[in-house]
């Protein structure tokens, strides 16, 4: 019996237009040098210290977050709920 697609997995599969944000990532994707901006920046950013402590979030994850929170003003609580309500995000 073949296996059912779960259902974010047939929403993809019927999607047929690419939505303006989607475009608009891809292209940010296509056009910001991350490798070259995340070794700019890596040296500075915060590390685990010998006493420990909490770790910080990867520097990829926060530059990718940092973006878009920037481009479309959104505040620190409504960045965090529109990357747990879009997919494109």
């Given at each position: 019996m073949p296996k059912q697609p779960a259902f974010p997995g047939l929403?993809?599969?019927m999607k047929k237009k690419v939505t303006r944000r989607e475009q608009f990532l891809a292209e940010?994707?296509?056009?910001v040098?991350?490798?070259r901006l995340?070794?700019?920046?890596?040296p500075h950013y915060p590390k685990?210290?010998?006493k420990g402590g909490r770790p910080p979030m990867p520097l990829e994850v926060m530059l990718r977050?940092?973006?878009p929170?920037?481009?479309y003003a959104l505040s620190d609580p409504m960045a965090e709920e529109t990357l747990y309500d879009s997919e494109a995000m």
């Open positions: 929403r993809d599969a940010l994707a296509a056009v040098p991350w490798c995340l070794a700019l920046i890596a685990v210290g010998p977050v940092y973006f929170q920037n481009w």
